[in-house]
């Protein structure tokens, strides 16, 4: 069981830390945050769960107008072009302990998220006070720098300020600058089986890549065989989970749009070669902003969804009651 927003901020005032609470109803981006805290003069923030190939978590917390970019960054960490992406909706829950629309850096007071790397825009810090939610989207907190600086201390996390929109190269004689932001344990999802990987050297750069611990050719265990069996019945029985699949939804988006894309910039030319390089420009550049996008409006369809049916479900009792006056 993870903090409460009651529990964490009893914690910041135990530490005597300043901060100021405002309610509002609940939030899924920053654009609506903005409605009832924009005007008060804090820092908006937008807060992202990432993970990359290896299943190692990152909250990447920025100020609401940094743009960042996730191919830069993954480059950045040492994990190549393409080793980062929105995490799932049950790493979000079982790691950090928050519903969705509540990533903050204020969650790795839990355990649970004692394996998560903290990156931290170096805008916070000229920022007289900065808004996050703690724990939940219906209030937002205005903390400072130093008071966030002050309550990761006291959790054992050693802040660290990145500036989230440089581009270093990045090469043999130029490493990644936050490599060593790159965490070295794992968070474990409850009834949650993820396939194991080894990690090989692949030069002097220090750089490692996953290997699967399965050869290919290899036969396939009974449990393997067992669980793609079982994959493919809940696939069936449960349509629902294969829509929702934001990734899958991403790529096939990408796969037409970018077809259709090229068909008419490159019907008059020759260079057959030109297409794939073009399409795999606009795919690297447009995949990581859309993953974000179609997340936030799936978020934001579950929560509509989730108060119709309350809705509904209280009119029904109000009616049930009224008949039996």
């Given at each position: 069981m993870g903090y409460t927003k009651d529990e964490l901020l009893a914690r910041l005032k135990e530490l005597q830390i300043d901060f100021v609470c405002y309610d509002h109803p609940a939030v899924l981006t920053v654009e609506a945050q903005a409605k009832y805290v924009g005007h008060l003069g804090g820092a908006l923030s937008k807060n992202l769960l990432l993970k990359d190939k290896k299943h190692r978590y990152y909250v990447v917390s920025a100020l609401a107008n940094t743009n960042i970019d996730l191919k830069v960054l993954s480059q950045r960490l040492g994990l190549g072009k393409g080793g980062l992406r929105m995490a799932a909706e049950e790493a979000l829950q079982e790691i950090l302990q928050v519903p969705l629309g509540c990533v903050t850096p204020l969650a790795l007071i839990n355990e649970s998220a004692r394996d998560v790397s903290l990156l931290l825009d170096q805008g916070f810090k000229s920022q007289e006070s900065c808004y996050f939610h703690?724990?939940?989207?219906?209030?937002?907190?205005?903390?400072?720098?130093?008071?966030?600086?002050?309550?990761?201390?006291?959790?054992?996390?050693?802040?660290?300020?990145?500036?989230?929109?440089?581009?270093?190269?990045?090469?043999?004689?130029?490493?990644?600058?936050?490599?060593?932001?790159?965490?070295?344990?794992?968070?474990?999802?409850?009834?949650?089986?993820?396939?194991?990987?080894?990690?090989?050297?692949?030069?002097?750069?220090?750089?490692?890549?996953?290997?699967?611990?399965?050869?290919?050719?290899?036969?396939?265990?009974?449990?393997?065989?067992?669980?793609?069996?079982?994959?493919?019945?809940?696939?069936?029985?449960?349509?629902?989970?294969?829509?929702?699949?934001?990734?899958?939804?991403?790529?096939?988006?990408?796969?037409?749009?970018?077809t259709a894309f090229l068909n008419e910039i490159t019907k008059d030319l020759n260079d057959s070669q030109i297409a794939p390089s073009i399409s795999d420009v606009v795919k690297r550049r447009v995949s990581s902003d859309l993953e974000h996008m179609m997340m936030s409006l799936k978020n934001a369809a579950y929560t509509q969804g989730f108060q119709a049916g309350f809705q509904a479900t209280l009119r029904s009792s109000l009616q049930s009651l009224s008949m039996q006056k």
């Open positions: 703690p724990l939940t989207n219906e209030v937002t907190l205005s903390i400072s720098a130093n008071s966030l600086d002050k309550f990761l201390v006291s959790i054992g996390r050693q802040p660290s300020y990145v500036d989230l929109e440089a581009n270093p190269a990045v090469g043999k004689d130029n490493p990644p600058d936050l490599a060593s932001l790159v965490p070295s344990g794992i968070p474990t999802l409850p009834d949650k089986v993820e396939n194991a990987v080894t990690s090989i050297p692949t030069g002097n750069d220090g750089l490692t890549v996953e290997k699967p611990t399965k050869l290919a050719g290899e036969a396939k265990s009974p449990a393997a065989l067992q669980k793609e069996k079982l994959q493919k019945v809940q696939s069936s029985i449960d349509p629902l989970a294969e829509a929702t699949n934001i990734e899958k939804l991403v790529k096939e988006i990408m796969n037409k749009t970018s």
